[in-house]
Each structure stands twice: as structure tokens, then as C-alpha cells.
């Protein structure tokens, strides 16, 4: 194990293949690697990029149609590849997409670690989540040495997050030079239909509840930032938590609500009242069609109190500083409500 940051191989480096290249922070990641004059590919299975990049970098990536899934497309994906960052996973509480996640997250790893092997990648980058670490009720601090614990309090979300980084760390075990990163909750500007930007919207739409719970949470920029500076290090079979501060929820949506100059949420979701409020919800679901904003899974994310610890990422970047949360959240507003206003 190497912990020295190697010379950034900037252009000269070779092609780097991102997966999720449409995603929330697949394409953040691009746009850092374009910024950086690498030479990018990235896979897509649609047509249509992500408004909030502008256009001009996504002009520079050479895009491949396939899907994790279509082992086909990612072989020819790979070919010429020097560096592979994975950053394609679905993120879902909801029942239904239960069976999809785990192809995605699990199957869909697999083949990325399968083919970079076969293809023999230098270099891959594996973007997981906190949620692989566990979650926990009591407050506890978080590192990466936390060891995973199957328990009834893990989200479907956050087993298939640890089982696709078993399949990194097999791939690791074969040969494979590769680096584990674990994001908590990414906030920023995006799709706030999709992802953790839905955060905003709920918000802005004055969601009247919030919970007592504790968790990480970082600037997407941030993360993307880290994600392509460990790419240009030697450093490989280790796990970065990559995570600013820890906020309660309840401090998370104020400051959000603020941002939008809208109403703070009022009730305050006790475990029980958290049961009837994802009840509720599910059931004002079925008649207007629209997925629910809070389910089961999601009510006990929200009640757990964890403090994830960023110390080893701070110590191996010492040029690297996190965004201040505040600072984030009023510049996502700031683009939320411009993106509003020109609709």
C-alpha cells in the first residue's frame, strides 16, 4: 500500500471511463476530468445529459451507449482504457424498485470489476456510500475501520452498497488497483426530481416535517474534487469517507428553507409520529400517482444519529478543504430558484 499522492497525470494520463456519466455525480466527476484535460469517455443508456453541466463539457467526452448490465457494451467501453471510475449504483428506498437496485448496485459492479480485469485497467475508482459502513442509532463516530453489521436497521439501499464493494474488494483480492470512496449525503444543484436533490424540492415545498436524526453530509463539487484526486494517487485497497459535516436533519432543512426564503418544517417527526407520517404518505401516493416523499426506509435513515469522521481524507489531501455546508446550500438555492424562475 502506497499513501504517497503520485504527479497528476492530467491529460497525459490516458482515457478515464466513467459509468453513470448522466447520473448526479458521474456528472460532476466528468466535468472535473474535463476541467482537468483528461481525455474522458463515459457510458450513457440516454440521449438526453444533464441540464446542470454546461454544455460545452459535455461536448468534449466521447459517449458510449450501453449500460453496466449489457456486459457487451462495457467490454467495448474498456477498450483503451487506462483508468475506470464507477460511479453508475442506483439510489432508492422504495419497494418497488427493490430488485432493479440490486442488479444495478451488485450485478452491475461485478461486470465492471470483471471486464477492468479482463481488460486489465491500471486503475479503478469505486464510488460506494457511507451507508456501506452502517448507520447507527446511539450517535455513534464513523471511520472507515467500522466493520459491517447486517441488521435489521440497514435499508435495502445500504446492503446492496456493501455487497457491491465485496465485489471491488474481490476484484482487489485478483489483482485489480483500486480505491473504495464513500460519500454521505451529496447536496447540491441538479435534478431535484432525482437523487438526494430531491432534499431541495422537499423543502421548497414545505414539507411540514423534519427528525432529530444526525448525518454526514458534502458538497458534490467536493466530492467529485477528491474522487479524481485519489485517481491520481498510488494509493489502492483502502476506503476515504469523503464527508463535510454532520447536521441534523432538522438544521439541514432550516438552513435550506432559509435559502429559499420558505417556511421552516414545524412538526417534529418522533419514531411513531415518523410511522404515520410515511403511512400517510404512502397512501396520499396511490391517488395522486406520484412516488411518496417519505417511506419506511427513509423515516429510519432520518432517526439515526451517525457522525462520519473525514480525518484520513483531510490527512492524505493536506491541500484539500471542504465547502462549507452553509456556503453549498445557499449556492444550490441560488441556481434552484434562477432555474425556477427561467422556466
Known amino acids: 500500500m502506497n499513501l504517497q499522492n503520485a504527479p497528476p497525470r492530467g491529460g497525459d494520463g490516458g482515457r478515464v471511463l466513467v459509468t453513470g456519466g448522466t447520473g448526479f455525480l458521474g456528472s460532476y466527476i466528468i466535468k472535473e476530468l474535463v476541467e482537468k484535460n483528461y481525455r474522458v469517455r463515459a457510458i450513457r443508456h440516454t440521449s438526453k445529459l444533464p441540464f446542470y453541466i454546461p454544455a460545452e463539457i459535455f461536448e468534449k467526452v466521447e459517449w458510449v451507449e450501453g449500460d453496466i448490465l449489457d456486459t457487451v457494451s462495457l467490454e467495448e467501453s474498456m477498450v483503451n ?3 475506470v471510475i464507477h460511479s453508475a449504483a442506483m439510489i432508492s428506498f422504495y419497494k418497488s424498485d427493490r430488485n432493479q437496485m440490486y442488479q444495478v448496485n451488485v450485478q452491475g459492479t461485478a461486470n465492471v470489476i470483471n471486464t477492468a480485469l479482463e481488460k486489465n485497467v491500471s486503475r479503478l475508482v469505486h464510488i460506494s456510500s457511507v451507508s456501506a459502513l452502517g448507520r447507527t442509532k446511539r450517535g455513534d463516530h464513523v471511520n472507515e475501520e467500522k466493520k459491517w453489521k447486517d441488521n435489521k436497521n440497514s435499508t435495502h439501499y445500504a446492503i446492496s452498497k456493501h455487497r457491491s464493494e465485496m465485489e471491488v474488494w474481490r476484484g482487489i483480492g485478483e489483482g485489480l488497483n483500486a480505491v473504495i470512496v464513500s460519500p454521505s449525503t451529496v447536496l447540491g444543484y441538479g435534478d431535484w426530481n432525482t ?17 432529530a436524526g444526525i448525518n454526514g453530509f458534502v458538497d458534490i463539487e467536493d466530492v ?46 418522533t419514531p411513531f409520529l415518523g410511522e404515520v407520517a410515511w403511512r400517510m404518505e404512502g397512501i396520499k401516493s396511490v391517488f395522486s400517482g406520484k412516488k411518496p416523499l417519505l417511506t419506511k426506509e427513509s423515516a429510519r435513515v432520518a432517526h439515526s444519529r451517525t457522525f462520519f469522521s473525514n480525518d484520513k481524507l483531510l490527512s492524505t489531501l493536506p491541500g484539500f478543504s471542504f465547502t462549507p455546508l452553509q456556503e453549498s446550500i445557499q449556492k444550490s438555492c441560488r441556481k434552484y430558484l434562477k432555474t425556477i424562475n427561467q422556466a
Open 195 to 211: 437523487s438526494s436533490c430531491r432534499i431541495f424540492k422537499t423543502v421548497y415545498d414545505e414539507f411540514p416535517w423534519y427528525a
Open 224 to 269: 467529485a474534487r477528491s474522487t479524481v484526486l485519489l485517481m491520481e494517487s498510488n494509493i489502492s485497497e483502502q476506503r476515504f469517507i469523503i464527508s463535510s459535516d454532520n447536521w441534523s436533519f432538522q438544521q439541514l432543512f432550516n438552513t435550506i428553507a432559509d435559502g429559499f426564503s420558505k417556511k421552516h418544517p414545524r412538526f417534529k417527526a
Open 81 to 83: 482504457v487506462d483508468t
